[in-house]
């Protein structure tokens, strides 16, 4: 703890932005294109710069997720603006599910992602591809292990359900834009 | 038909793996930042009100330059051991010139392989720019004086340093310089940090 005091705060900010970059851009990048995860990540260091003094020592590469979940929901509020005028200009219907990252490989765990509140979806892929442990999902969302804990819990039972009832929905191709009963 | 068990923790984790098998960079691996991408990111994120690049992005390389004659590089501190193979800056200042402009002439676009050939190569902040002289604090060695931190630029001819052909600098923006025999290339060659000149040192100097 003493070496950090007197590391300046440049040189210290310039040692975590290296450290934290690769797993803030594979956060980004598991759920954007990658021309928007750059820009996305370009936003996440000026947020980081401007917010260092509070950067808790130990926890850094959390806190940072914790910016990088605010710039993406920032990027995506402007995207939705721009496909939502587009809808309207071609007079598309809204898309039915609410995954908005890249499309899955398994269709199944797909519809499975869909049906689950967005809240759920994020604690799930937080721990699953991010490999966030609980204690670090608390920082990233703002919120203490104990509630994260719990609400993993039910969020997993909830996509398990979910998973279940796309198990027995098996005609893929009449289901275009119909909303099928989630499961009690 | 596979149904999930949800009474025990063997089902939750398997639930785990099912999400962690979709994880889009399982199958797509990401391409990582170069170690210059990485460093104008974090420089440019210092100082959020300029940018990178002022002025540069997609501009027209116009041209200046006429090589003017003369041109030393003088290393302040110590340096160029005459006769030694290549730059061997032992102190923390490196000085270059700016050869004199003669007008917008057109240049060709810079190749890899014309930039390769040059004995330094920097990527660099400008830290203070005055007509009299640009001072640029060294983010990146790409070739060259590797142990100086600051690199000084003086026009060869009394012009102002901060009109370099095309190139403006600009206090607090980044810029990526190639120079041969003390004196600045330009054509292209030297000139604001934009993404596509930075790809092209990193090709042009990556080992």
Redesign the interface.
């Known amino acids: 703890v003493g070496a950090d005091v007197t590391e300046p705060m ?1 040189d210290m ?2 040692r975590v ?2 450290d934290i ?2 797993s803030v ?2 956060y980004l ?2 759920r954007l294109t ?1 021309a928007e995860a750059d820009d996305v ?2 936003d996440v ?2 947020v ?3 917010r260092r003094h509070s950067m808790p020592a130990g926890a850094e590469a959390a806190w940072s997720l914790g910016i990088a979940r605010e710039c993406l929901a920032n990027a995506r509020r402007t995207e939705s603006r721009r496909r939502s005028l587009v809808e309207c200009l071609v007079h598309l219907s809204p898309r039915d599910e609410e995954w908005e ?2 499309p ?3 269709e199944r ?2 519809r499975a992602l869909s049906k689950v509140s967005p809240r759920d979806r994020e604690l ?2 937080l ?3 991010d490999d966030l442990t609980v204690g670090e999902i608390a920082i990233v969302l703002g919120t203490t292990p104990g509630t994260v804990s719990v609400r993993l ?1 039910r969020a ?2 909830r ?3 979910a ?2 009832s796309t ?2 929905a098996v005609p893929a191709a009449t289901a275009e834009g119909k909303h099928e009963a989630s499961a009690p | ?4 068990h ?1 009474d025990y923790d063997g ?2 984790d398997e ?2 793996g ?8 399982r ?2 691996g ?4 170069t170690e210059s991408q ?1 460093a104008v ?2 420089a ?3 100082r ?1 009100a300029r940018g990178v690049a002022a002025g540069g992005r997609g501009r027209r390389v116009r041209v200046a330059a006429q090589v003017a004659a003369a041109l030393a590089v003088v290393v302040a501190a110590a340096i160029w051991a005459g006769g030694s193979d290549g730059p061997a800056a032992t102190g923390t200042v490196v000085a270059l010139r700016l050869p004199a402009s003669s007008g917008d002439l057109q240049c060709v676009r810079p190749t890899v392989e014309g930039l390769r050939d040059h004995e330094l190569a920097f990527l660099g902040t400008v830290e203070s720019a005055s007509p009299a002289e640009v001072t640029l604090r060294v983010t990146r060695w790409f070739a060259g004086a590797v142990d100086a931190e600051t690199v000084t630029l003086k026009t060869v001819d009394g012009a102002a340093a901060t009109e370099f052909g095309a190139t403006e600098f600009v206090g607090g923006s980044d810029y990526l310089v190639a120079a041969s025999d003390g004196l600045v290339e330009p054509c292209g060659f030297s000139g604001p940090a934009t993404e596509s000149r930075l790809a092209d040192y990193d090709k042009a100097f990556s080992k």
């Open positions: 440049a900010f310039e932005a290296r970059i690769p851009r594979s990048l598991r990658p990540l370009s260091l000026v980081m710069w401007r990252g890249p899955l490989r398994d765990v797909s799930l892929l721990r699953a591809w819990h997993k039972q996509l398990g359900a998973l279940g198990t027995h | 038909m596979k149904r999930l949800l089902a939750l639930l785990r099912l999400l962690s098998a979709q994880d889009p960079l199958h797509r990401p391409q990582s930042l990485v990111r974090i440019t994120a210092m959020p």
